[in-house]
């Protein structure tokens, strides 16, 4: 049996605001660890706390840059997250989530953010993120807030096929 699973809108739940995390014990790796996973099984590029019911300020991100030739994905943890700063200069393109199966919808985000956090052991760090592991980071760190993606979206729509394989740059195999 699965320990969690991915909730979804319109769950109140996904409309909190998570919890910061002060414990960094054997429990939150496995909540990590458990996070990674589900994430993948999914499959997603990032995955909030939130998302499968735990109240705490933590996401996981793996993301491979579709910029780059072969590129191979890049894990983060990212946890009490903060954007310090961001560009002014913002893209709007195509989101989905996994807790809105089935839809996507147009999001203006910054172009660039730096965030500050905590490591998966409380240690302090800094990103700096820009293009779609930028828009991935404020997407996932919504989910910390109670906020959704359809919230911001200028449209949200049920795409084709087609679409859907369009949207978000998976690495090729
Ligand atoms: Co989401």
């Known amino acids: 049996m699965e320990k969690y699973e991915i909730i979804t809108h319109p769950n109140p739940f996904l409309r909190r605001k998570a919890k910061k995390v002060s414990v960094f014990d054997k429990d939150f790796q496995d909540l990590i660890e458990d996070m990674f996973m589900?994430?993948?099984e999914a499959p997603g590029v990032g995955l909030a706390a939130p998302q499968i019911g735990v109240s705490q300020r933590v996401v996981v991100v793996e993301y491979a840059d579709a910029e780059v030739e072969n590129a191979k994905p890049k894990a983060y943890v990212l946890v009490?997250?903060?954007?310090?700063?961001?560009?002014?200069?913002?893209?709007?393109?195509?989101?989905?989530?996994?807790?809105v199966p089935g839809f996507v919808g147009m999001v203006e985000r910054w172009n660039e953010v730096t965030v500050k956090a905590q490591n998966?052991?409380?240690?302090?760090?800094?990103?700096?993120?820009?293009?779609?592991?930028?828009?991935?980071?404020?997407?996932?760190?919504?989910?910390?807030?109670?906020?959704?993606?359809?919230?911001?979206?200028t449209e949200v729509y049920e795409p084709s096929d087609k679409e859907i394989n369009d949207i978000e740059p998976e690495p090729e195999n």
């Open 80 to 99: 009490n997250p903060e954007i310090v700063y961001h560009s002014d200069d913002t893209t709007s393109d195509l989101e989905g989530c996994l807790s």
């Open 38 to 40: 589900i994430m993948r």
């Open 120 to 153: 998966r052991f409380g240690k302090s760090i800094k990103i700096k993120a820009d293009g779609w592991l930028a828009r991935i980071f404020q997407h996932e760190m919504d989910h910390l807030d109670g906020v959704l993606y359809i919230d911001k979206a």
